[in-house]
């Protein structure tokens, strides 16, 4: 390949998940940035952090809310190439959930390794 | 240098698009770039010129406008959030059969991707608010 077809650098962008999945629409209109965004191809990374956790449980049942459950879709982040999926260790234990409960697998890290992640990051979109 | 900015909180409620003109006027003082202004969530408020703010407050969406003119600033407002949240011009209000439009001057609707797009071209995204 020639130094001019050379695709640009890819920046690391990480999408930062801190609430619940519903009384708010911050974990849907997150996750319509990172479907977007993987159009553009960049070094992309997920990471739910507190509350942000439940996002992932699994059998989310939303009918008396009479909103969209929309957990099904984050099965279709693999289908986007995007599978860094990082979850606090912490924030599981803390709410008495495992790897196991999650529609999507995903790695648990340590907060300790989570600032890390973070630290290696080039753009950061915390919602 | 290059900065992008994310304002993801509507005017009054939240100081997130007071800190975001702050920071913006702050940083153009200095001879710094703003690549774009991207409003999202409730932020895509700010780009309603129907707000009346009381005349002794200080007018949020104006001042957007008119730091805009100013400095030829892109503000752009997330179409998807826009449309959930009845925030319009003139194209976006007859595509979706709506008898009238309220985006302010300066501002200009588009995609999601004008935010990975700022985030990818500027050096700094700044986020506010969120």
């Given amino acids: 390949m020639d130094q001019e077809d050379q695709p640009p650098v890819a920046k690391r962008f990480l999408y930062v998940n801190r609430r619940p999945p519903y009384g708010t629409i911050y974990a849907l209109e997150s996750l319509e940035v990172v479907l977007i965004g993987a159009a553009f191809d960049q070094d992309v990374s997920l990471a739910f952090l507190g509350d942000g956790v439940y996002q992932l449980a699994k059998g989310q049942d939303t009918k008396a809310l009479a909103v969209k459950n929309f957990s099904p879709t984050y099965r279709a982040l693999e289908d986007y190439d995007i599978t860094k999926i990082y979850v606090e260790k912490e924030a599981l234990v803390a709410r008495g959930l495992t790897e196991a409960d999650l529609v999507i697998p995903v790695e648990a890290v340590t907060a300790q390794r989570m600032t890390e992640i973070m630290e290696g990051q080039d753009v950061i979109l915390s919602f | ?130």
């Fill in chain 2, 1 to 130: 240098m290059k900065f992008g900015l994310l304002v993801s909180e509507g005017p009054y409620t939240h100081q997130a698009s007071d800190s975001a003109y702050q920071f913006a006027k702050a940083a153009l003082a200095k001879g710094h770039e703003i690549y774009r202004v991207f409003f999202y969530h409730d932020g895509v408020n700010n780009g309603t010129r129907l707000t009346v703010p009381p005349q002794d407050d200080r007018n949020i969406v104006n001042r957007w406008s008119e730091l805009a003119a100013q400095h030829k600033l892109d503000l752009v407002v997330c179409v998807a959030a826009a449309q959930r949240r009845g925030v319009m011009d003139a194209a976006e209000a007859k595509r979706n059969g709506k008898d009238a439009d309220n985006i302010a001057p300066g501002f200009r609707i588009s995609g999601l991707g004008q935010l990975i797009e700022a985030g990818i071209q500027s050096d700094r995204l700044v986020v506010f608010g969120g």
